[in-house]
Structure formats: C-alpha cells, structure tokens
C-alpha cells in the first residue's frame, strides 16, 4: 500500500468494519442493454431475477427484471470472467466500496475521522484510498475482485421482445465475485481497535456463502466486541445476502451482541411470509416488531427511500440516528461523492416528502414513544447517486452516535 498520512487523532474513536470493496460503477447504456438481450435470445422481461448469476445471459435477465420493476439487489456471478466481460461493454469509473468504507469517506467528506477494517487490498484500491484515512486490515494479499454496479435512472428504457420496458424509479444493482469477502478475514488488531472505539460498526457479512466460514466469522467479531469499554456502542447493518439462508444466522448469533440493528426495506422482508405494504404504517410496525424480537438488538433501524424508523431503545438516540442518517443519505443521493458541510446544510433545508410525512405521522400515532420516525427529503434531482445510499445512511448514523457519546464524556 501507498504510504500514508498520520490519521486524525479522533480516529480511533470510531470502527468500521468489515469488508471493504473495488466497485466499477457503470455508466447506463440503454442501448448496450437492448443489444444483449437481443443477443442472448432474451425475448420478455422476468418478474424476478435468479440470486445466482451463472453467465451473462443470466445476468441480463436479472437487470431487466430489476429494471422494470424499479428495484435494487445484489447478486453472486459465477465467473469473474463474465462480470469483467459486462463490465467492458460500458463506460465507468472505479470507487471504493463496501458499507464501512464508504461510511468512512461520507464521513470524512464532513470533517469527522474514524478506523476502517479493509480485507482487501490492491494497486487500486490504494490509489483511491485516502492518505490519511486511519486502516486496520485483514488482507493477506493484494486482490483484484471488483463490484460491478450497474445504476440506472427513473426513466431508463431498454427494448425487450419488441416491447419498451421503462424504469420506474432510480436505484443499483451490483455483480459480484469476490473472495476477499467470502471469507472476511477479520484482523485481530480489529479487537485492539474495538477496545478504544465509542461506537463499533460491523457489516460485510453478506457475500459469504458458506456457513461453516460465517459460523466461525461471527464468533470472531463477538470475542471482539466483547472486548468494548462500558457504554461503548456497537452497530449492525444488514445486507443482501447471496444466500438468504444464511441470515438467520446473523439474526441468531449475532443479533443480542449488538446495540443497534440495521437494515433496508428489502431485508425486513428477506424471510418467506414476511411481504409488508411499505406504504401501510400497520403493516410495518408488526414488521418491525416481529424483526426486533427475532433480531435481540436494543434497537431496529430500518432505511427506505421514503422514510427510515428506529423501534426500541432511548428515544433521543433514535431521534440522532435518524436525523444524522437521513440528512447525510440525502446529501449523497443529490451530489454524490461531491458532499460537503455546505450542500450538507442546503439539502436538509429542503422539504420532507408529502406521503412520507403522513406515513410517519400516522406510525407515530399507532405507537406513541414505543417508535421514532423520519419522512425522506423531497429531492427533485436530474441524475442521482444511486450507489451507496445505505452506506451514507450509516455513516450519518455513527456520527450521530460519536456525537452523543462525545458529549456524555464531557470536555
């Protein structure tokens, strides 16, 4: 790796981990997409996508199928070969990836410091890290896996059988093969770094697909956030898992060792049966309930593109995580990489959604103190950052709780 910079020295008072990534964020080419499905005898568009890519022709089947239903995902390819084949066939650009490395440079980008936990590295990925951004890492060897997301506008139209299949809504779908994350090799200085941090962040778990390997992952990342200071905090995103099955093994083993629990809407719904009407304020709070009694964290966070709850726990810490989290998330969606204190300020003094807000007046009042909820910003924004979303949402999260634990230790 490049030599680097002396870290802030608040850095240690925020981890982040776990698995960081080298993403090929594709620029859209409806055109491109159209060809390959004429190609590769594609002749109707799927209602789902398969969780496993095997070649490319899958691989266009499960972006229509995301397309057209205006919906974001991811998911395992078989073959570095076809996702680097996709990949050429598009313009693009290389960024850093995964949950904790992009709360990182959010975080960064606003002038507040942390540690990242990186399992891989590379010629790249070094380029494009930060100089002075404080690292632990897992990685024994320089790797090359890259993401490839493919990000698409309201809008997007591709032609499919003859037929125009037109987005309904912005979003991302990523391509993934990547060792590196699979086995999530989990530094033992992580431990060292959890003994001093205020607020620990774990996610990355879900590209792994054996349970043996995440079984004995898991248990390394209790043992080390065993080792956290009283009144230390630690925090969980959930993700999409490549094999959904393996989830329930976050929610068993890892769920009561953790503070707070995190997740998007798709993986509220991720076990059979659970379908809820996001639109249906009924309908979420049993959701949310279910999933914070299944999970055993202190409290459930759950991040949609119309709004983002928090169910449990202190209400004033529920209150931090959603303003910090929703304010950042907006600021990423309308400038992306470009984020700045300033365009911070100017995003959140816009609107919230109209139906967003009547959603969470109307939650509010069907569980008065027991839940604390934010509507989305109303953002009007020609080609929004698509990628990352999530990942800034927790960023603004953990600084919120920096803040607040800042602040209980006093000057």
Same mark, same amino acid.
């Given at each position: 790796?490049?030599?680097r910079?002396?870290?802030?020295a608040d850095?240690s008072?925020v981890?982040?981990g776990l698995g960081?990534t080298l993403d090929l964020?594709?620029v859209?080419?409806?055109d491109?997409?159209?060809?390959?499905?004429?190609?590769?005898g594609?002749?109707?568009v799927?209602t789902?996508?398969?969780?496993d890519?095997?070649?490319e022709?899958?691989?266009v089947?499960t972006?229509l199928?995301?397309?057209?239903?205006?919906?974001?995902g991811?998911?395992?390819v078989a073959s570095t070969?076809?996702l680097?084949?996709f990949?050429?066939?598009f313009?693009?650009?290389?960024?850093?990836?995964?949950?904790n490395l992009r709360?990182g440079?959010?975080?960064?980008?606003?002038?507040?410091?942390?540690?990242?936990?990186l399992?891989?590295?590379?010629a #790249?990925?070094?380029?494009? =890290?930060?100089?002075?951004l404080?690292?632990?890492t897992?990685a024994?060897?320089d790797t090359? $896996?890259?993401?490839?997301?493919?990000?698409f506008?309201?809008g997007?139209?591709?032609?499919?059988?003859?037929?125009?299949?037109v987005?309904?809504?912005?979003?991302?779908v990523i391509?993934?093969?990547?060792r590196?994350?699979?086995?999530?090799?989990?530094?033992?200085r992580?431990?060292?770094?959890? *003994?001093?941090?205020?607020?620990? =962040?774990v996610?990355g778990?879900? *590209?792994v697909?054996?349970?043996?390997?995440l079984t004995r992952?898991?248990a $390394?990342?209790?043992r080390?956030?065993?080792r956290?200071?009283?009144g230390a905090?630690?925090?969980?995103e959930?993700g999409?898992?490549? #094999?959904? @099955?393996?989830a329930?093994?976050?929610?068993?083993e890892?769920g009561?060792a953790?503070n707070?629990w995190?997740?998007n809407?798709?993986e509220? !719904?991720e !076990?059979?049966?659970?379908a809820v009407d996001?639109? @249906?304020?009924?309908q979420?709070?049993?959701?949310v309930r &279910?999933t914070?009694?299944?999970?055993?964290?202190g409290?459930?966070v #759950?991040?949609? &593109?119309?709004?983002?709850?928090?169910?449990g726990?202190d209400?004033?810490?529920?209150r931090?995580?959603?303003?910090?989290?929703?304010? =950042?998330?907006a600021?990423r969606y309308?400038?992306?990489?470009?984020?700045?204190?300033?365009?911070?300020?100017e995003?959140v003094?816009?609107?919230r !959604?109209?139906?967003?807000?009547?959603?969470?007046?109307?939650l509010e $009042?069907?569980a008065?103190?027991?839940?604390t909820?934010? *509507?989305a910003?109303?953002l $009007?924004?020609?080609?929004?950052?698509? #990628?990352g =979303?999530?990942?800034?949402?927790v960023?603004?999260l953990?600084?919120?709780l920096?803040d607040?634990?800042a *602040?209980?230790?006093?000057?």
């Open positions: 790796m490049t030599e910079r002396r870290p802030p850095a008072r981890l982040l960081n964020e594709l859209w080419d409806g491109v997409v159209t060809d390959l499905a004429t190609r590769h594609v002749g109707s799927p789902a996508g398969a969780a890519v095997h070649d022709r899958d691989l089947r972006l199928a995301h397309l057209a239903a205006g919906t974001g991811e998911h395992f070969d076809v680097l084949a990949a050429g066939r313009a693009g650009r290389a960024t850093l990836g995964g949950t709360a440079l959010a975080m960064r980008a606003l002038g507040r410091a942390s540690t990242v936990h399992v891989s590295t590379g #790249v990925t070094s380029a494009l =890290l930060p100089a002075d404080a690292v632990v897992g024994g060897e090359y $896996d890259p993401h490839v997301v493919v990000q506008t309201a997007a139209e591709v032609r499919v059988g003859g037929r125009r299949v987005a309904p809504a912005a979003n991302r391509y993934v093969n990547d590196p994350n699979r086995e999530l090799i989990v530094a033992e992580f431990g060292d770094a959890a *003994a001093r941090a205020d607020v620990v =962040l996610s778990f879900n *590209a697909r054996d349970r043996a390997t992952r898991v $390394d990342v209790r080390h956030l065993a956290r200071r009283p905090l630690a925090v969980y959930h999409a898992f490549h #094999v959904g @099955s393996l329930d093994v976050m929610r068993r890892l009561p953790v707070v995190s997740c809407e798709d509220l !719904q !076990q059979p049966g659970s996001l639109g @249906s304020p009924r979420v709070l049993e959701a &279910r914070h009694a299944t999970v055993g964290a409290t459930l #759950v991040h949609t &593109r119309s709004w983002a709850l928090a169910l726990g209400a004033r810490a529920r931090a995580m959603l303003d910090g989290g929703t304010d =950042l998330a600021a309308t400038h992306g990489d470009a984020v700045t204190p300033a365009l911070l300020a995003v003094r816009r609107p !959604q109209p139906a967003g807000a009547r959603f969470v007046a109307a $009042d069907l008065p103190g027991e839940v909820c934010r *509507a910003y109303d $009007d924004v020609g080609v929004p950052t698509t #990628v =979303l999530g990942d800034a949402f960023g603004g953990v600084a919120a920096a607040r634990a *602040a209980s230790a006093g000057p």
